[in-house]
């Protein structure tokens, strides 16, 4: 019902910028909150930033300074900034949306993204 479609990971040098985009569509009523989780290999899943569709944000600390999360709520797409990358950054970056479909208000389901993969050579 609902399809979020990433792009922008690539391989960067340390010290390096990359911006994701993550467009949704289908049958969307609301888009709560939209974010981006990292798998990096042999660990968890983690959570790099989020933002509200009131535009509140947070953030991982380890990329606090360095990642900027923004929205477009008129296109449904959540971008993210990453300036100043790091080896450590390098995983597979997933896009998140907690959604309000036409069929299911006023419930939420989750979606995610296919991922994208960054590197970040040292």
């Known amino acids: 019902q609902v399809q979020l479609v990433e792009s922008g990971g690539g391989l960067v040098q340390a010290g390096g910028s990359l911006r994701l985009s993550c467009a949704a569509s289908?049958?969307?009523?609301?888009?709560?909150?939209m974010g981006w989780y990292r798998q990096a290999p042999g660990k968890q899943r983690e959570l790099v930033a989020g933002i509200t569709s009131g535009g509140m944000r947070n953030y991982a600390d380890s990329v606090k300074g360095r990642f900027a999360i923004s929205r477009d709520n008129a296109k449904n797409t959540v971008y993210l900034q990453m300036n100043s990358l790091k080896p450590e950054d390098t995983g597979v970056y997933y896009c998140?949306?907690?959604?309000?479909?036409?069929?299911?208000?006023?419930?939420?389901?989750?979606?995610w993204g296919q991922g994208t993969q960054v590197t970040v050579s040292s």
């Open positions: 289908g049958n969307i009523f609301s888009i709560d909150t």
């Open positions: 998140h949306a907690i959604v309000v479909t036409t069929f299911s208000r006023p419930l939420k389901d989750t979606y």
